[in-house]
């Protein structure tokens, strides 16, 4: 790989890492922030993969696979915390839940917070599609 070819492959994985950065301190809903956590882990990868081919070693392709494999396990405890987060709360704006902060921390105060969506008393339900089929009449069964 020629360092011209290395350079690209820097570039790229620096902006990964600061597109994911910037999303994730601007940002307040919980899956976009987990989202740019995870684009700032391929960046820091895709950085790993380029030099350990630059160097001609196999260390930063293994620490990649590694790279790859927490990561996965991270979306998925990330997908439970934000399903249970949002069942309690029925909304994923990080500012609702002042109560996770530590204890010696004072409160952020917004002032665009939006209250949570109502739950409606009863779901609509879809019609059944095309023609209701016509109910059969039973027929009298003799038993002689």
């Known amino acids: 790989m020629s360092p011209a070819t290395l350079e690209g492959y820097l570039v790229v994985g620096a902006v990964l890492f600061a597109l994911g950065m910037v999303g994730f301190l601007t940002r307040r809903n919980m899956i976009v922030m987990f989202l740019s ?64 902060r530590e204890p010696d921390q004072a409160p952020i105060e917004d002032e665009d917070t939006l209250p949570p969506a109502p739950r409606p008393e009863s779901f609509e339900h879809l019609t059944p599609a095309g023609a209701e089929p016509a109910k059969k009449q039973p027929q009298e069964v003799s038993h002689v």
């Open 37 to 100: 956590v995870e684009m700032m882990l391929q960046g820091v990868a895709i950085n790993a993969v380029a030099f350990a081919k630059f160097r001609g070693e196999l260390g930063g392709q293994v620490l990649v696979l590694f790279i790859l494999a927490v990561a996965a396990c991270e979306a998925a405890v990330a997908l439970a915390l934000v399903l249970m987060l949002y069942k309690r709360k029925k909304t994923l704006d990080v500012s609702v839940w002042q109560e996770l």
